[in-house]
T-cell receptor, first 116, second 115 residues
């Protein structure tokens, strides 16, 4: 158990819909990262938050957004969903102060999104 | 930009066989290199890492050496077990390129070990 909690574990929805994925980082971790894992693209970095502020942005679509709340949990919002958004979405956290990355990320078990 | 290339799988081995999973990288700075493992139904876990050239990372019988001259970080294990069946990801962290240091992952290599 990594200590990172993600909900829901599975989600099935229709094209055009909007979903929210939730992540609770390990106790004490200030940084939260979101990754998308799909068969064709592999693991793609989406976005990082550090202590409530956006720190880095990767290949995140404009239809997607995220935020980190004062209690440090994070939510990833996916809207106007398309078939191609079907993937496993991972949240990870670490404790590196200053928002940099020593390399060890602690991953949750992921949220599997299926868009029909 | 940065990239990581891994050998495609699946890699199928018998128990006690020798394992090599190749990984090469492209980076503009001086990256740190990592191997992560993903067991079925679970998230990724750090397996080992190396932060500078010629460093050897090791854990649970797995080893990888940071080779700057060949830009490689191949994963090896002398004798695999059925419990090693998983997907293995090579990754790098390159703060010089991006100003921050999130991980760039390879596409993963599935390892299947049979008794």
């Amino acid at each position: 158990d990594s200590g990172v909690t993600q909900t829901p574990k599975h989600l099935i929805t229709a094209t055009g819909q909007r979903v929210t994925l939730r992540c609770s980082p390990r106790s004490g971790d200030l940084s939260v990262y979101w990754y998308q894992q799909s068969l064709d693209q592999g693991l793609q970095f989406l976005i990082q938050y550090y202590n409530g502020e956006e720190r880095a942005k990767g290949n995140i679509l404009e239809r997607f957004s995220a935020q980190q709340f004062p209690d440090l949990h994070s939510e990833l919002n996916l809207s106007s969903l398309e078939l191609g958004d079907s993937a496993l979405y991972f949240c990870a956290s670490n404790s590196h102060r200053g928002g940099g990355n020593t390399g060890e990320l602690f991953f949750g078990e992921g949220s599997r999104l299926t868009v029909l | 930009g940065d990239s990581v290339t891994q050998m495609e799988g699946p890699v199928t081995l018998s128990e006690e066989a020798f394992l090599t999973i190749n990984c090469t990288y492209t980076a503009t700075g001086y990256p740190s290199l990592f191997w992560y493992v993903q067991y079925p139904g679970e998230g990724l876990q750090l397996l080992l890492k190396a932060t500078k050239a010629d460093d050897k990372g090791s854990n649970k019988g797995f080893e990888a050496t940071y080779r700057k001259e060949t830009t490689s970080f191949h994963l090896e294990k002398g004798s695999v077990q059925v419990s090693d069946s998983a997907v293995y990801f090579c990754a790098l962290s390159d703060p010089m390129n991006s100003g921050y240091s999130t991980l760039t992952f390879g596409k993963g290599t599935m390892l299947l070990v049979s008794p």
